[in-house]
Each structure stands twice: as structure tokens, then as C-alpha cells.
């Protein structure tokens, strides 16, 4: 038998296994407390520990975490691969983003990046397609995808928002998008919805020659989603869309496995991501939520724009390299640019971002003061005019679409 006690998780020249899985946090620790005291609490809550020294046989030690590589404010804890069951995300999260987050030894905690043993790693099925959505489901090869959020959010009938996403599509756009509050509303019912969508969806591939398709919302319970992603696939859809956030990694894992027996790919939405990632020094970084996500099998996630736009980022390019990085072989993931942005801002995002991304537009389209197709043809305008090396301002004296665009929001 061998005592535990918060020391025993502390080995600050730890060298970690190919094996563990390890996590870079920053702290803050609370009052009375040394970094070297804080980093033993974590590792041990986080492990196998408790605020009890304990008695155990040698065996359970082994499972314990280490944390090493003590800084100011920082600090890494490598967690034994067998602490963890296979392919259970939210059995990993509830170690090393668990009850940490709460306890009173740190004042705030933020798990900022993890790197992922290839055992546990590919105990997850990763992405059926990833960035070749763009060839395998559309035609955006060479180009980035475009996707569209019908607004107002919610208040459409089904007819206006089947009119809406074909006006979208024949404007060019390759992707009607769901906004992630639009689920099975009264003014607005799921299954008419996803019905006459798919006819509009139908004429305007006839009428384009390209292939489009529509970013279904099948946000519910778990067990309404799969009836949801049925109907998406009997209607001959490519995508089912899931909030991932508000509905759990769980979730997530369990609609995977039914959206590869369609073939269907999956868009992560993420709304409520911010309470988790917004605070720099608290809370889970939005590179580790996307780092879930990938493992869970999303086809795209929301990553931000960079900074531009409406909402608050945290290093979009970043976390974009990383989903397009090795990672034992499986599937990238495609990543999304949304949030305020207009066809004036697509050279700074392409700029800022490549080209492999899809460029979800909404406000910025629909806003169009000549309604959704112009919006939809000046989106195109920017990106034809970004891929020709020309400035935006320079190809809309040729473009009233995209003139009319810039008039109203400017560049940038
Ligand atoms: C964008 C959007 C998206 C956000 C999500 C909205 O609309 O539909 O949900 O971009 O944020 O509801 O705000 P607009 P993120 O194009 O009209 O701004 O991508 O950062 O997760
Ligand atoms: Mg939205």
C-alpha cells in the first residue's frame, strides 16, 4: 500500500510517455496557495486523488496525473492513457476539464490545449469527409464554400424560408443554413421546412448546374435528432447541423454514427461555446473545444473570423491550422467563418484565413438593399475579385452587386 497525497501528483522533471495525454492549463491559485500546491490539487482532483490522503495498493498510483513544467500562472499535467475509457468524450472531459474548474485551490483555471495520445485518439472515428465536402457533397474546389443564414433568425414562415434559400442559391451560395435557433417552431415546422427547402434546393441546382445543398438545424434531444437526420437523409440531403455545445458531446458521438450510415456530413454549430472559452484565464480554450470536435467526427465547426465581424475570437487561424493538421491519420476538419461579415470583408478573411474555409454570410447578404440574390451575387462578386487579385472596390465598378454592398458596409 502507498499513501496519496497532493505532493504524490507533482513531478516537476516528469518526461511524459507517448502514451499520456497531456494538457497545458493556466491558473491562478488561490488564496495561501503556491503554484507548486495549486498544480498537485489539479492533477490529483483531476486523476485519482482527493482532499484526503489515501491509503492504496501501488496499482492505482499508476493511473495518477503528474503535473511538471511548473511556470508562473502555468502548467502541464500528463494523465495516464488507462485513466481513460475509449472512445467516451465526456468521460475524459469530466477528468481534465471537471471538477477542477470549481475548486477552491485555484481562483480561476483554463485548460488551454491538450495533445492527444494516438491510442486514445483514434479511439474516435475523427470526420467522415472534413474539407473534401467541398468536392465530394459540392462544387468548391479551389475555392471556399459559401453558406447562408436566412434572417431574422426565427419569425419565417417555411414558405419564406424556402424562398429565401433558393433566391441564396441561384445567387451562387452553396449552402442554405439553419440559425441555430430555428429548430421545430410552430411558425415554422422541422419536417414542411426540410421538405419544400429540398424542392427549392432542387430547382436551383437544375437551374445552375452545380450542386447545393442546405445545412439542416437537427438540434433536440438525442433521440428526436435521429429521427430528424432520417428525414434529412430520406429528402436527399448531404448535412444535418448540431449545436454541439448545447446538446453534448454525447450527442455529438451518437449522431456520427447514424450520419455515416447516410453518408451524412456534419456542420458544428457552437453557440454557448463563449461561456466555456471567452474568459482567457477561465473555462476550456475554444482550441480544445475544437479539438473535441474534431475527435467526435463534425465535418465543419464555427472557428471565427479572425477578429473581423461581430463577435469576439480567440486566434481563428490557429485554431484552423490545427484542424487541418496531421492527427494520426484522421480526417481534417473544414472550418467556418461567421459572425457579422459582409462581401467587404472577404479579402482580410481570405487574407487572414485561405481559402479552405466556408464563409457563412447571413445579416450580410440578406441585409442587401436589393434582397438576398444580389446579396448573394456580391458575396460571389468579392470572392471571384479576391481569386482574380483584384481589389473589391476596383471589380465593383463592373459588379453593381457587390457596388451596392460596399456602398453600405465598406471594405474590411
Ligand atoms: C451569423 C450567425 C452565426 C454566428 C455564430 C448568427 O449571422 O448565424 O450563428 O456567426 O457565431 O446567428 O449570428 P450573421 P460563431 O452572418 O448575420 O452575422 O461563428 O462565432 O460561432
Ligand atoms: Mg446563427
Redesign the pocket.
Known sequence: MTGIEYADFVDDGYEPRDTDLVCQFVLDPGEGMSMVDAAGRVASESSNGTWAALNVPDRVTELSATAFDIGDGEVTVAYPGDLFEAGNMPQILSCIAGNIMGMKAVDSIRLVDCEWPEELATSFPGPQYGSDVKTEILDAEGRPATAT?P?P?VGLSTEQHAQVGYDAWVGGVDLLKD??NLTNQSFNRFEDRVKQSFEMRDRAEDETGDRKDYLVNITADTETMLDRLELVAEQGGGFVMVDVITCGWSAVQTVREHAADHGLAIHA??AM?AAFDRLDHHGVSMRVLAQVARLTGVDHI?T?TAGLG??ENEDTPGINEWLSGDLYGLSDVLP?A????HPGTVAPLLDALGQDIIV?????IHGHPDGTEAGARALQQAIDAYQDGVDAATYAEDHPELATALEKWGTG
Request: no cysteine; aromatic share 0%.
Open positions: 443564414v434572417k433568425k440559425d441555430e454549430h457552437r461555446h464555427h471565427g461581430k463577435l467556418v461567421s459572425g457579422g461579415l457563412q454570410v447571413g445579416g450580410g
